[in-house]
């Protein structure tokens, strides 16, 4: 069987062309430009209720995304939450007194992890725990209390 | 009474006779894999006629469909003020089901029945027994060149109509309907996970190339030598097909994306 010529190229062309839309998605569309794999530092943070947290959710500071969470766990004996954060490499001079509150985007947004930057000289590591922390508002909760307190008026 | 369940019989003997067989003769194209590759003429050959010529069918429909979801994605999301997510969605619904799924069902359409449609009329034209007498192994030669095309081809296409399609949907969402182009890209970077998706969706199209090809071709070798039986292989190779890729595809996004 002979095969000419034109239709290897075109071929090529097509093997070519599926590659480029693979490097595509995976640049453009998906985290692998700005995931920078296992680089980067684990930090944990204990709150007393997470909200809806979500593992993968964003870690930010000052609005700028410098992590991602790893885990959520929960401590069998204080029965707090064990967040696990993952902060990029780059970001190696936060203080060690940075404080971690949950944060929500937006009304109906998701949740996140908000870092407030404190004043220590002494730099979070590998391993270091958040030691300041502020738990997520849950909205029935907050409700409830001001039912109960307009009650009592 | 008797004759019904004897029929009944018959009938579920004969699915499990073909199952048997498919099975055989898919180890077959298994076993004769290491003669083609030292011959990739064959292969470059039919990757033309099975990926190449569904290349365009697959474009102008991957097109279509982002910008489909784009705008239907973005009236539903207005409601909510999130019209920022539309990135997102279309990104997701296009790389995780509707690129895999879609472009397996065309690619079934296009290139599956085409390939029975082929094998089958060798067979009713004697061309394949005819090789046998030459001591050419129809398989080797015929089969599974066909089969690796499709298994190479099917990701390829399934990627180019996730990526076409959310360029299309770009062109809607920024173009026409005025979102911030940064975030239709950011919001798109943040969500889709390269692993979760990108990887899962890839896997899945890898599947459905290889059921899409493996039942094209058997159908097409185990088609009755006569008219109508090819003409009744080919109608079998689509009408299997797409009922695999969506029942498979339902049991892969279970397992894949079961625990989101």
Redesign the interface.
């Known amino acids: 069987m002979h095969i000419s010529r034109s239709i290897e190229i075109l071929v090529g062309f097509f093997v070519a062309i599926g590659f480029v839309a693979m490097f595509f998605l995976s640049m453009e569309v998906s985290n692998l430009s700005s995931a920078n794999g296992d680089e980067g530092y684990d930090v944990t943070a204990r709150f007393e209720n997470v909200g809806s947290l979500k593992a993968r959710a964003p870690v930010a500071m000052a609005g700028v995304t410098v992590g991602r969470i790893t885990s959520i766990k929960l401590d069998p004996d204080s029965f707090e939450a064990i967040v696990t954060m993952n902060i990029e490499a780059q970001y190696d001079k936060l203080p060690f007194d940075t404080n971690a509150s949950i944060l929500t985007a937006g009304l109906l947004g998701e949740q996140y992890v908000g870092l407030e930057p404190g004043g220590e000289e002494e730099v979070l590591m590998e391993g270091s725990e958040l030691e300041l922390t502020q738990s997520a508002l849950v909205l029935e909760q907050i409700i409830g209390q001001f039912l109960f307190n307009n009650e009592s008026e | 009474m008797l004759n019904y369940f004897q029929q009944l019989g018959v009938t579920s003997l004969g699915i499990f006779e073909r199952l048997g067989r498919s099975s055989l003769f898919f180890v077959n194209i298994l076993l004769s894999i290491p003669g083609v590759i030292v011959r990739p ?2 292969l ?2 039919q ?2 006629s099975v ?2 010529l569904s ?1 365009s069918l697959i474009l102008i429909s991957g097109l279509f469909v982002g910008m489909v979801i784009a705008l239907q994605g973005f009236y539903t999301l207005s409601d ?1 003020g ?1 019209e920022g997510m539309l990135g997102v969605m279309v ?1 997701a619904s296009l ?1 995780r089901e509707l690129g895999p799924v879609v472009s397996a069902l065309l690619f079934a359409g296009r290139a599956g029945s085409a390939l029975t449609a082929e094998i089958g009329l060798m067979k009713t034209t004697e061309q394949l027994s005819g090789m046998e007498m030459m001591a050419v192994d129809p398989i080797a030669r015929i089969v599974t060149p066909r089969f690796l095309a499709g298994l190479i ?1 099917m ?3 399934a ?2 109509f ?3 399609g ?1 360029l299309g949907g770009y062109f809607i969402g920024v173009g026409l309907l005025g979102i911030d182009e940064g975030g239709y ?1 950011s919001q ?3 969500k ?3 692993n979760q ?2 990887i899962n969706g ?1 896997i899945k199209s890898v599947i459905f190339g290889w059921l899409v090809t493996w039942i094209a071709v058997f159908e097409g070798y185990d088609a009755i030598p006569t008219s109508e039986g090819v003409s009744r292989a080919t109608t079998r190779t689509v009408v299997h097909s797409a009922f695999v890729i969506l029942l498979v595809d339902f049991i892969l996004t279970a397992l894949m994306f079961g625990d989101i």
């Open positions: 003429r064959l470059i050959a990757i033309y990926g190449v290349f909510f999130a990104a790389v081809s990701p390829l296409l990627t180019v996730s990526a076409i959310i890209w798109m970077q943040a889709i996970d390269f998706d990108i890839l």
